[in-house]
């Protein structure tokens, strides 16, 4: 798939295309269905599948006190994106002076100048333009008159569910609902960082972890635990998956105040992965984030929760763990 960051970067023999435009946010299980159609209806006309999304999105630029976080980062919504076999999305910068077009003016030059759009495939709840005037209707009229077909596709929903949004993947989220957001994405949740040094503890006590730098990108799930994998060199021919225990809070054992995502691979104390970046992936929350009475305790729950996360990723229990109330230094 290819990227093209702006008009200019469109090729100029590019003469015709069946195009969707959106956010995107997590490409979800509705995205997929809209990109899916674009992949179809242009596979049938001979021509590129093409997406139009946002850099950043437009609510961090428009309201940024209150944007709601993203599920993903741009590269993991390209790469999630690319999945559906996309040909090119056309990444916009979005900027106030961009938002200012009319509805009619954004979709001559980006969709009818720069992309020769035959066909347009939006959503339902499609808005665009200056105050978000433009809507399905409006794509619809623009279409008749500028020469290019639109197709609706229809909210997409498990029976007696409400619609797959990013709203509602947010929702479960900050429930810590692993199993209601797998099912709404289509895969498990992830976040991308770099690895970077904390306070050790983990390690003192043989569970050492990956913490993640507070620039990670993806929505943080509710505090808690979680069973879940570590993926290193993401996207990579050696990419290569880790069982792993996942950690998010504020390590209220230790009055920490600072929320951190941290991850043990299952009964690996030889890693060093500081300064590479990962991404984390969450399967299960296994309890909420406790404060303990005693390093004892606190150690012989971390031990229940690494079996237990083995148990639910379906890998062994690792070989040799920590005994109860004893910590490694």
Request: aromatic share 6%.
């Amino acid at each position: 798939m290819r990227r093209w960051n702006g008009i200019t970067e469109i090729p100029a023999d590019l003469t015709a295309s069946v195009l969707t435009i959106g956010n995107f946010d997590g490409v979800h299980l509705g995205h997929r269905a809209v990109l899916a159609e674009v992949v179809a209806a242009a596979r049938a006309e001979g021509v590129p599948a093409v997406a139009v999304t946002f850099d950043p999105h437009p609510a961090t630029v428009h309201r940024p006190g209150s944007a709601p976080t993203l599920l993903t980062g741009l590269d993991d919504r390209l790469a999630l994106m690319a999945q559906t076999g996309l040909d090119a999305v056309l990444v916009i910068g979005y900027t106030e002076e961009f938002a200012r077009q009319a509805p009619e003016e954004f979709v001559r030059r980006y969709f009818v100048e720069a992309l020769h759009a035959r066909r347009v495939v939006i959503g339902e709840d499609i808005r665009f333009g200056w105050g978000n005037v433009g809507d399905r209707t409006t794509m619809t009229e623009l279409g008749r008159r500028l020469g290019f077909e639109v197709e609706v596709v229809h909210d997409v929903a498990e029976p007696g569910e409400r619609r797959w949004s990013s709203t509602w993947v947010r929702e479960l989220l900050a429930e810590g609902d692993c199993a209601g957001v797998t099912r709404v994405l289509g895969r498990p949740h992830r976040m991308r960082g770099v690895v970077v040094h904390g306070e050790a503890r983990g390690r003192e006590m043989g569970f050492p972890t990956a913490n993640l730098d507070t620039g990670a990108t993806g929505t943080i799930p509710a505090d808690g635990v979680y069973a879940g994998w570590l993926v290193r060199y993401p996207g990579a021919p050696e990419e290569v998956s880790l069982p792993a225990a996942i950690s998010i809070g504020t390590n209220p054992t230790f009055d920490g105040v600072q929320r951190r995502v941290e991850a043990h691979v299952l009964g690996r104390t030889d890693l060093d992965l500081y300064d590479e970046e990962v991404v984390v992936e969450f399967v299960r929350r296994l309890r909420p984030t406790l404060r303990y009475e005693g390093m004892a305790a606190l150690i012989e729950q971390m031990r229940q929760d690494v079996i237990s996360a083995a148990d639910v990723l379906g890998v062994p229990h690792p070989a040799q763990l920590p005994a109860s109330g004893s910590a490694t230094h």
